[in-house]
C-alpha cells in the first residue's frame, strides 16, 4: 500500500471513527426539525463562564430503537451550519429535503442572514437573501409550515429595535418571502409556540408581549383549568389533536417542568398527569413529536440531552427510557 493509500485510508477511519463516537455538549436556545426519521438538532448557547454560541449541526436516528445511554447521534458540523442562537427550523422545498433555519442570535457575525438553507441530499448550507423585501433581523420566534411549502413566521425579539406585529410568508420552493396583509393581528410578542392544524390554521400559544415582558395570557378563547403563562417553552400536536405544552419560564422568572394539554378541537385547557414525574425543568429546549414519544432534547437549567416522554395514553404521560417505533 502506498503512503498516499494508507493516508486517505486512515483519514476516512479516523472520520468514520469520529462520526460513531460524536456526543454533543449541553446547550439551549438550539433548534430542532424532524425530517424523514431523522431529528436534526442545530446551534445553541453553551453556557459556561459566559454564553458560547454554537455551531454544530447533528442528528439522530428514529427509525430504529434507541435507549438513554445509547443515543444514535450523527455529527454533521462538517456541513458548516449557521452559529445562531434562539431561532426556528422548518423543512420545506419541492421534496421536504430542505431545512430552513429563521433568525436568531449571532455573537460571531451580526450581518449574519436571517435565513439560511440546507440540503439534506446534498449535505451543504446556502443563504437565502431576498433583497429588502425580507424580515429585518429577530429571534425568539417560531416557524409554521402550511398550504405546500409556505412557511409563516410572526412578530419575534430583536433587543436594539422594536419588532411590530408582523405576519411573514416564506415560499420554501421559489426562496421568496411576502409580507402578509392579515387583518385583527394580535400584539407584536415572542418566545412562543406555533401550532400547524390539520386543516391549516395557525395557533400561536403563550410568549411575552414585546414591551411589557409579561406573558400573553393562555386562555384567550379557550375553556377549562388555565396554565401559568410563560415563554420559551414547547409545544407538540398529536395524531388525535391533543397540543401538548412542556416547560418555559414564568412571569416570576421560575423554571417551569408542568405539563399541560389543550384539546384542539374543544379548545379546552387540562393539566397533563405524569405517573412518575422525576422534577425536570427546563426552558429554551425544543420537543418534538415521533410516533407515540414527544422528544425533548435539551435546554437550560438541566442539560441532560435528550428525554422522552409516552404520550400514548390522553389521560395519562410516562418519562420512559427506551424509544420503540
Known amino acids: 500500500m502506498s503512503f498516499f493509500s494508507f493516508y486517505i485510508f486512515a483519514f476516512l477511519l479516523n472520520f468514520i471513527f469520529t462520526l460513531a463516537n460524536f456526543t454533543p455538549p449541553a446547550r439551549c436556545g438550539h433548534t430542532s426539525v424532524l425530517v424523514d426519521r431523522k431529528l436534526y438538532i442545530s446551534g445553541g448557547i453553551f453556557f459556561e463562564s459566559s454564553p458560547v454560541n454554537l455551531n454544530d449541526f447533528f442528528y439522530f436516528d428514529v427509525s430504529q430503537n434507541f435507549t438513554m445511554t445509547a ?171 391533543r397540543i401538548i405544552i412542556f416547560g418555559g419560564k414564568g412571569d416570576d422568572e421560575s423554571v417551569l417542568g408542568d405539563l399541560w394539554i389543550l384539546d384542539a378541537e374543544s379548545y379546552q385547557w387540562s393539566a397533563g398527569n405524569i405517573s412518575n414525574p422525576n422534577g425536570i425543568a427546563l426552558w429554551m429546549h425544543t420537543a418534538n413529536l415521533v410516533d407515540n414519544y414527544m422528544i425533548v432534547a435539551f435546554g437550560y437549567e438541566n442539560y441532560s440531552p435528550i428525554y422522552l416522554l409516552d404520550v400514548s395514553q390522553r389521560d395519562s404521560y410516562k418519562w420512559v427510557t427506551e424509544f420503540i417505533p
Open 71 to 241: 443515543l444514535p447521534w450523527n455529527n454533521l458540523t462538517f456541513t458548516g451550519a449557521p452559529q445562531n442562537a434562539i431561532t426556528s427550523a422548518c423543512s420545506g422545498g419541492n421534496n421536504n429535503d430542505l431545512i430552513f433555519i429563521f433568525g436568531g442570535l449571532n455573537n460571531v457575525d451580526e450581518n449574519s442572514p436571517f435565513t439560511s438553507k440546507f440540503d439534506i441530499s446534498n449535505q451543504y448550507w446556502t443563504n437565502v437573501t431576498s433583497g429588502e423585501n425580507e424580515p429585518t433581523k429577530r429571534d425568539s420566534i417560531a416557524c409554521a409550515k402550511f398550504n405546500n411549502g409556505s412557511i409563516a413566521i410572526f412578530a419575534g425579539f430583536n433587543q436594539h429595535q422594536i419588532i411590530t406585529n408582523e405576519f411573514w410568508i416564506f415560499n420554501s420552493l421559489e426562496l421568496t418571502w411576502s409580507l402578509s396583509n392579515a387583518s385583527n393581528a394580535p400584539q407584536s410578542f415572542w418566545g412562543y409556540c406555533a401550532i400547524t392544524l390539520p386543516d391549516e390554521t395557525i395557533l400561536y400559544i403563550g410568549g411575552a408581549i414585546y414591551e411589557a415582558f409579561k406573558s400573553v395570557p393562555m386562555n384567550n378563547n379557550t375553556t377549562g383549568p388555565t396554565p401559568p403563562g410563560r415563554r420559551y417553552f414547547s409545544a407538540v400536536l398529536t395524531s388525535d389533536k
